[in-house]
C-alpha cells in the first residue's frame, strides 16, 4: 500500500467549480483491451471529501488531471498515457480515465501481467 493521496481540483472543468482537496482512496485498472492497447483506470475518492450530487463532476478539472499524471510518473507510470474518459463513463465515486499502451505497459512492468483486471494501488 502506498502513501495516503490527496489532489485538488481547480474548480474550472466544465462539471465543476468546486475548488478543494480530494482524498484518493484506491487506483485500478479496470479494463483493458484484448490487444492490451487502450483500457480504463478508475481513480476512487473519499465520497465524504467529494459529494459528485454537490459538488459536481471532477471530470474535466485540469489541475486534478495533472497532479494524477505527476502521481503515476513518480511511481513509474507512464502518466502522461492517461486522459478523461467521457462524461458517462464517471462514477458516483471514482474518476473514470482512458489509458494506452504506454500505461498499460508500464502497469505490467510494475504489478505484473496478472494484474491487468482489478488490481488496488
Known amino acids: 500500500m502506498f502513501e495516503r493521496v490527496y489532489f485538488e481540483t481547480a474548480g474550472t472543468g466544465y462539471w465543476s467549480t468546486a475548488t478543494k482537496e480530494v482524498d484518493i482512496e484506491d487506483i485500478k485498472l479496470r479494463w483493458v483491451s484484448e490487444d492490451k492497447d487502450y483500457g480504463e483506470l ?15 463532476l471532477i471530470y474535466t478539472d ?3 488531471a495533472e497532479q494524477l499524471r505527476k502521481f503515476l510518473n513518480k511511481h513509474g507510470l507512464a502518466g502522461d498515457d492517461v486522459s478523461y ?8 465515486d471514482y474518476v473514470s480515465l482512458d489509458v494506452g499502451e504506454d ?7 510494475k504489478f505484473g501481467e ?4 482489478e488490481i488496488t494501488w
Open 85 to 92: 474518459s467521457e462524461q458517462g463513463m464517471q462514477g458516483e
Open 114 to 117: 496478472a494484474s491487468i483486471k
Open 42 to 56: 478508475a481513480v476512487y475518492f473519499d465520497t465524504g471529501d467529494w459529494d459528485v450530487g454537490i459538488d459536481g
Open 103 to 109: 500505461f498499460i505497459n508500464s502497469w505490467v512492468a
Open 62 to 64: 485540469p489541475l486534478f
